[in-house]
């Protein structure tokens, strides 16, 4: 909390609230400060912290509630707020941060659906091997849900083809069982490996005949 001219500031409340009323001046305003204010425990003085070039004020740093702006970031991409996606990670939010869902951006993104999101959340050089609680990573997610161009994205950064979840499945596996012809090509053209087997012992190429998709098959 800070205290100005005898007048108590809940910080983290109002960046909250700035959120939720998506009130985009106030909420860049309250990063702004946030950047300038030193990190120091909750009975340390801040000398005069310069707010714009006209001003200056003193404050007082009080403990409030910790509401962590990375939260704030997963609330943007499920409203599709590209623009608060960019203007929180400007301000230097953990990009590989993971959620009480277990899911980083880019994995609610792709679960999205949201290209843009993924794109401006890829330029900012996420750590794409990251898994869920199932040991999903962002593309086995994509390949599973049929996201092609999220899938082309993802390709661009190298990523590990042959992972595989906590059932042993590849993301050739999923979109194979899944009838993405399209990104089961993607990935071969990639060179995914399609002798690998779950836990079951099956493979691609069982799954694309399990689901009755012969034209996958064919490819395998």
């Not at 009975?43 to 070039?53: C, E, F, M, R, Y």
């Not at 409030?64 to 609330?75: A, H, L, M, Q, S």
């Not at 962002?138 to 590990?160: E, F, T």
Request: glycine share 4%; charged share 25%.
């Amino acid at each position: 909390m800070v205290k100005t001219e005898n007048t108590l500031f809940n910080f983290e409340v109002s960046l909250q609230k700035a959120h939720q009323n998506n009130d985009e001046p106030v909420l860049f305003f309250l990063l702004e400060l946030d950047a300038q204010l030193p990190s120091m425990d909750s009975d340390t003085a801040v000398p005069l912290v310069k707010i714009d070039k006209n001003s200056t004020q003193e404050f007082e740093i009080d403990d409030g509630p910790d509401i962590v702006r990375e939260e704030i970031v997963f609330e943007a991409i499920k409203r599709r707020d590209v623009r608060k996606v960019q203007m929180l990670l400007n301000k230097g939010c953990d990009i590989d941060y993971m959620g009480d869902e277990g899911l980083t951006f880019l994995m609610l993104a792709v679960k999205y659906g949201d290209t843009e999101i993924v794109k401006l959340l890829l330029e900012n050089n996420p750590n794409v091997e990251l898994q869920d609680r199932n040991g999903n990573n962002a593309l086995m997610m994509a390949s599973s849900l049929g996201h092609n161009n999220i899938v082309h994205l993802l390709l661009q950064k190298n990523p590990v083809l042959d992972n595989q979840n906590n059932e042993g499945m590849t993301a050739l596996m999923l979109a194979a069982c899944n009838g993405k012809e399209n990104i089961v090509r993607q990935l071969l053209k990639e060179g995914a490996r399609t002798d690998l087997t779950n836990l079951d012992g099956k493979t691609a190429w069982t799954f694309a005949m399990d689901h009755d998709y012969p034209r996958i098959a064919d490819l395998l």
